[in-house]
């Protein structure tokens, strides 16, 4: 009885280990602009040999696609505690969640939204602050993993066979 017992309890411990290592885990990218946080948190999820973009994709379904949520599990959160102009759209400290539109792989659309704390798929386009479009590269290999990147002048994400960027400054 022990021992089935104990081959119950590690069967169970393989098997949430074993589905951990396959979720997308929290990241977190921030700067300091004129001694001011800006922080974007989101779930990075890992490509894993699967196709993410164009038809067929994972992204692609999505209820809301073309409308993606630039990561996975809850929608990406954008803090900052400076006034923003992000690729051309002003941004009021405060909180947002960030959107990409895919509607064209090959020329992303940034989406500043002020819905916050919802869920990646509950997207409200009645929500949006602005909108601004990405300067699309390509990475010089395939990025495996989700990853944000600030800088005093840069938005940057990458992933998969894409890297997109938006202007970043502080008004």
């Given at each position: 009885m022990l021992k089935t017992l104990?081959?119950?309890?590690?069967v169970t411990a393989l098997t949430v280990v074993g589905a951990s290592a396959q979720q997308s885990p929290p990241a977190e990218a921030s700067v300091s602009i004129g001694g001011k946080a800006v922080t974007i948190n989101y779930h990075?999820?890992?490509v894993r040999g699967r196709q993410m973009f164009g038809d067929g994709g994972r992204i692609s379904s999505d209820r809301n696609y073309p409308i993606w949520r630039g990561g996975a599990?809850?929608?990406?959160?954008?803090?900052?505690e400076a006034d923003l102009n992000i690729g051309g759209v002003?941004?009021?400290?405060?909180?947002?969640?960030?959107?990409?539109?895919?509607?064209?792989?090959?020329?992303?659309?940034l989406i500043i939204n002020k819905q916050t704390g919802q869920w990646g798929l509950t997207y409200d386009a009645g929500q949006d602050l602005g909108r601004a479009k990405m300067t699309m590269t390509k990475p010089s290999s395939k990025v495996e993993?989700?990853?944000?990147?600030?800088?005093?002048?840069?938005?940057?994400?990458a992933w998969d066979d894409y890297v997109a960027s938006v202007s970043l400054?502080?008004?």
């Open positions: 104990l081959t119950c309890i590690a990075a999820p890992s599990n809850d929608a990406t959160a954008l803090h900052t002003d941004v009021p400290a405060g909180d947002y969640t960030i959107y990409i539109s895919l509607a064209d792989t090959d020329a992303w659309e993993t989700l990853k944000y990147t600030l800088t005093a002048d840069k938005f940057e994400l400054s502080a008004k």
